[in-house]
Nanobody, 126 residues
Framework: QVTLVESGGGSVQTGGSLRLSCTASGRPGGRFAMAWFRQAPGKDREFVAAIRWSGGTLYYADSVKGRFTISGSNDKDTAFLQMDRLKPEDTAVYYC???????????????????WGPGTQVTVSS
């Protein structure tokens, strides 16, 4: 069983930065991927970024490309999301997700991930 724990959320002003972390325990080997999704009040959950450990391929939503950077620890147990130039529309609960055997076309789909963290709040004020 894989358990995910997020940290690093908080409140910042427009243009500020935050760094989220997601640590996985009980991580299986093989074709493992980790991702970040977010959900704002009254809106659907949306994909933010993902990393495929095998090969290190990165994926980003257009809305965050150039502002957010996903990376991982050398032991592949922790994924980071560096968020720069934050905007009020980035305000949401951010969730870490992990999955195995995802194909490229599934990397941006929440339903393809097997494990989820409890979420961490990010609030950006104008």
């Amino acid at each position: 069983q894989v358990t995910l724990v997020e940290s690093g959320g908080g409140s910042v002003q427009t243009g500020g930065s935050l760094r989220l972390s997601c640590t996985a325990s009980g991580r299986p080997g093989g074709r493992f991927a980790m991702a970040w999704f977010r959900q704002a009040p009254g809106k659907d959950r949306e994909f933010v970024a993902a990393i495929r450990w095998s090969g290190g391929t990165l994926y980003y939503a257009d809305s965050v490309k150039g502002r957010f950077t996903i990376s991982g620890s050398n032991d592949k147990d922790t994924a980071f999301l560096q968020m720069d130039r934050l905007k009020p529309e980035d305000t949401a609960v951010y969730y870490c997700a992990a999955g195995m055997g995802l194909i490229t076309s599934s990397m941006r789909i929440g339903g393809a991930y097997n494990y989820w963290g409890p979420g961490t709040q990010v609030t950006v004020s104008s």
